[in-house]
């Protein structure tokens, strides 16, 4: 098979490299890609927003399968795009990609088919929104309804800071379109967990949960970015709790998206809560989470062609999915002044020496010049340690991260340490 990844991030390298452990894989092309994953693909210089030029060159390099990894195009119907044009595309049609691309529609539908979430209002106008903020208790949640690459969300711990997060999306625009509508919400405290499934209508096939660390600094301060860890599995949170997750919200999602006409194929991405009356959802995802995927993928032992092939041809419900025993933490090395503004284009070292000790380094913000890589992005690498347990997978990946280095280097020192409790 010849298959087109689309994206260019850490969540794109890791699936490029999962791809191309199949047999029945003979190429992969991922477009744009970066530096990394033109290691193992051939990289195709196309922007994702580009679906004219995308499905023309899939017809061009006759391939026979598209894998969607990043949320703006799904929302924007890149899917749709390549159907029409009789390509096989892994990933949901626009229309069920609104679970993510509008937190509104995914507030009300789970308020529709009472699955549970956390109590919120709606607002299109800033005035009464802020009129209705002052009237709530602290901490609060204030959510730009659109795609806001991971950062239009707040969690306000004062009424100054849920103003000011409410100010910046609606009136200063900036998240643009994305603040036009706002969800305010109530805080849910816990535990978070984030449960990936491949879903193909109906069916759903649960992968195993992760835990993400959204700030940028230890001990879960500063703003939020689009992930600097995760781990795999959970050995603090209770199988049962998972099986509830599952089978009280992401199992009754998927057949409320059916019965609303909107059949979601692809993978599903839940954040949810650990709240004293259960497990909650914080928000759906229509894609592979990012870093998350870099801990899930390495732990699948069945082939993903399989599961992906299955999910096309209706058939993901007599797949046996199987899964590795072992634990893997992923640490995110980030430029310095992310998830605010970040230089690019430093000397990225020690890459070939994470690699020889066993570390799965994934690219995220890459590039190459003058045959060295180079940082192109505010998080630049995923580095990812296995083991026998999350101790052993964690001291592997803060081994790797040490050997590597850029100027303004930045990574968290706690990933996966409340595991470890």
């Not at 997750?245 to 009754?252: R, W």
């Not at 909107?262 to 229509?286: C, Q, S, W």
């Not at 001291?395 to 968290?412: L, N, T």
């Amino acid at each position: 098979m010849r298959i087109l990844v689309v994206g260019s991030g850490g969540r794109e390298h890791a699936i490029v490299w999962a791809l191309k452990k199949s047999e029945k894989v003979k190429e992969v092309f991922c477009a744009p890609g970066n530096a990394g994953i033109g290691q193992l693909a051939e990289c195709v210089p196309i922007a994702v927003s580009e679906f004219a030029e995308l499905t023309r060159f899939a017809k061009e390099a006759s391939i026979d399968l598209v894998f969607i990894g990043p949320d703006d195009p799904l929302a924007d119907g890149i899917v749709d795009a390549f159907e029409a044009e009789g390509i096989p595309t892994y990933g949901p049609r626009k229309n069920a990609a609104e679970i993510e691309g509008s937190k509104i529609f995914m507030k009300n539908l789970l308020k529709k088919y009472d699955i549970p979430t956390a109590k919120y209002e709606t607002f299109t106008n800033y005035e009464s929104a802020l009129a209705y903020l002052r009237e709530q208790s602290t901490p609060i949640v204030i959510k730009a309804d659109g795609l806001a690459a991971g950062k239009g969300v707040t969690v306000a711990a004062t009424l100054e800071e849920a103003e000011k997060a409410l100010r910046e999306a609606m009136v200063d625009k900036v998240f643009g379109e994305a603040g036009n509508q706002i969800v305010i919400e109530e805080f849910l405290e816990g535990q978070e967990m984030s449960i990936l499934a491949f879903v193909d209508g109906e069916t759903v096939r649960a992968m195993v949960p992760a835990q993400d660390h959204k700030p940028i600094f230890d001990g879960d301060k500063g703003p939020n970015t689009g992930g600097m860890g995760t781990y795999t599995p959970l050995p603090h949170i209770d199988q049962a709790i998972i099986d509830e997750s599952i089978t009280n919200i992401i199992i009754p999602t998927a057949k409320a998206m059916v019965s609303e006409g909107r059949p979601f194929r692809g993978v599903l991405f839940a954040g949810l809560m650990i709240t004293k009356d259960g497990p909650k959802t914080i928000e759906f995802n229509a894609r592979m989470g990012d870093p998350e995927t870099q801990v899930v993928l390495p732990r699948l032992k069945t082939d993903l062609v399989d599961i992906v092939l299955a999910s096309l041809n209706g058939r993901l419900g007599d797949l046996d999915i199987q899964w590795d025993d072992e634990a893997a933490v992923c640490v995110v090395i980030a430029s310095e002044g992310y998830p605010a503004s970040y230089p690019k284009g430093r000397v990225i070292t020690g890459l070939a020496e994470a690699e020889a000790q066993g570390a799965l380094v994934f690219h995220a913000g890459t590039a190459s010049k003058d045959g060295e890589f180079v940082t192109n992005g505010g998080r630049v690498l995923g580095v990812v340690g296995r083991g026998k347990d999350i101790a052993e997978a964690r001291a592997r990946a803060y081994e790797a991260v040490s050997v590597i280095d850029f100027e303004g280097k930045q990574s968290r020192t706690d990933i996966a340490a409340k595991a470890l409790r």
